[in-house]
């Protein structure tokens, strides 16, 4: 979790680079005016994933007892951005963790959403897509997201995962729970 001031700030200055990153490209960035400020925030419960004291990606990861587009309880992995330019090893390790975590938590499934202004078939989206897929994540069509951008929506099973404790070394407190007292994962 990002604990301090400083971590969330450089938490705040990744997803600036992230969004300028896109909008260099051409490609679309959240309709929310100040995502980074939300990473800046204290009371927002955001992750980081941290190598070497960099911080490679941030996230904000949370028990989800339904979205409007799939039922029952998940993990929500909302706002995720990784430093631009990374390769896909992040994203992987990402979706290893984020599956082992709703395991443990007794989740059936992450859901994610990624912006998708065009059709799922089109580029880039579609080489995203491909790649997530690859990894495990089913792609369960497109539609307006939390934030009211257009969307793909994606799930990924839950799956305990053992030796990833050698990958990873997990500090993240667990989402919130309605009625559950534990507090860390």
Do not use: N
């Not at 969004?19 to 005016?33: D, I, S, Y």
């Amino acid at each position: 979790m990002l604990r301090t001031d400083a971590e969330r700030a450089e938490a705040a200055a990744l997803v600036q680079d992230r969004q300028r990153w896109l909008t260099l490209r051409g490609l679309p960035v959240p309709a929310q005016a100040d995502v980074p400020a939300l990473f800046r925030d204290p009371h927002t419960k955001s992750a980081g994933l941290f190598e070497d004291g960099r911080l490679l990606a941030c996230m904000v990861p949370a028990h989800d007892p339904g979205l409007s587009w799939g039922e029952g309880p998940s993990l929500r992995l909302g706002r995720v951005h990784t430093l631009p330019d990374q390769p896909d090893d992040i994203t992987r390790l990402i979706t290893l963790w984020a599956s082992d975590l709703a395991a443990r938590q007794s989740l059936p499934l992450v859901r994610a959403e990624i912006l998708a202004r065009h059709a799922l078939q089109a580029e880039p989206i579609a080489a995203l897509l491909r790649r997530l897929t690859d990894m495990g994540w089913d792609v369960r069509g497109s539609g307006p997201g939390r934030e009211g951008d257009r969307v793909a929506r994606l799930e990924l099973t839950a799956e305990h995962r053992p030796g990833l404790s050698a990958l990873i070394s997990c500090q993240a407190h667990a989402p919130y729970l309605p009625g559950d007292d534990r507090s860390t994962a």
